[in-house]
């Protein structure tokens, strides 16, 4: 019996026209007139003055971004990338709320893809950037990393919301927290 040895990296799409490097948190839905106004330059909103509330972000479905990486293989490492890859490259998790997913990838083509990911530049026509946060030889390792790093990030611009006053935003960050986890914790082992 043979057994195939992977590799699990986490990794997390920033676009370029979010604040704080956070795309997954939608901005609450304000008009002109409800819209808070800050008198105090220091005192600035990092969630609506910054053009959190006016980016539009691509909803972006697992076949899209798998699409994307497999490009990505072809025009950066031709066809032998493109095939040594096909088989054991899978999307184990995504999550459009965090923009956080694991790929699954054979051990010996991990660097081919970690390559591709970096070489991404653009999503649905969105400039954007992919980092691996982290490379594990087991799913639950990669669970346990992806809830930890959601916690520090939600609760890092909880913070900010609570500092500002903003009840709204607080509230949608710990449903975002509680659904990430969730999801993570569902990934099958």
């Not at 969105?126 to 809830?147: A, D, E, Y």
Request: hydrophobic share 35%.
């Amino acid at each position: 019996m043979v057994r195939f040895k992977n590799r699990y990296l986490l990794f997390e799409i920033v676009y370029a026209d979010t604040p704080l490097g956070w795309s997954s948190i939608p901005a609450p839905i304000v008009s002109a007139s409800e819209a808070p106004h800050y008198s105090d330059d220091s005192d600035h909103s990092p969630f609506g003055d910054t053009g959190r509330n006016n980016c539009r972000l691509p909803s972006l479905a697992n076949k899209d971004l798998m699409y994307a990486i497999k490009d990505s293989i072809t025009e950066n490492f031709g066809d032998y990338g493109a095939g040594i890859t096909q088989r054991p490259l899978t999307l184990k998790y995504f999550s459009p709320h965090t923009n956080i997913g694991i790929l699954r990838i054979s051990r010996e083509e991990v660097h081919i893809v970690w390559g591709a990911l970096t070489f991404i530049r653009e999503l649905k026509g969105k400039p954007c950037m992919i980092k691996v946060l982290h490379t594990s030889g087991t799913i639950r390792n990669c669970q346990l990393t992806t809830i930890r790093y959601d916690r520090d990030r939600i609760m890092y611009l909880r913070n900010q919301a609570q500092r500002l006053k903003d009840v709204q935003t607080v509230t949608q960050l710990g449903l975002a927290f509680k659904d990430s986890a969730d999801e993570v914790n569902a990934l099958e082992l």
